[in-house]
């Protein structure tokens, strides 16, 4: 029985690469930072004495719509390659929003773990603070340069 679930799981992980191909490992990271902003939140709840099953319920349910975004882009990145494939111009670009939405998230998930952290009062360096909210702002500034390029 072992096997044959180590056999569906590695089919099912080799169809999702094939399928996701450049945005599989965006899509691991953002699913590993989700798991650990959500152990990390019980954990500063639970230290702060403020946990609650419905705000826990609430934060997956939360990352559920993240992972309905991440669809939405890959969706809406679909409809525009095969509407400019329609009128014969051939783009490169694939995952275009769907990456930039993954990485998007990416960060902000990270934000979250730090502010996680700073509840549990682990002293935190103001440079990885700074930088990570950086990388936030320069990734929503390309996202609007190639949105008005376009």
Partial sequence: MKQFTQTIF???V????????????PLVVLAAVMLIDYVTGM??????????SRVGVLGIVKKAGYLALVAVGMVVDYLISSALIKIGICVQITY???MIITIWLIINELISILENLGELNIPLPNFLVKTVKSL???VEDKAEDKHIDN
Avoid: P
């Fill in 10 to 12: 590695a089919g099912a």
């Fill in 14 to 25: 080799g169809a999702l690469a094939a399928y996701f191909n450049v945005l599989l490992v």
């Fill in 43 to 52: 954990a500063g709840a639970a230290c702060t004495g403020q946990i609650n």
């Fill in 96 to 98: 275009c929003f769907g």
């Fill in 136 to 138: 936030k702002g320069k």
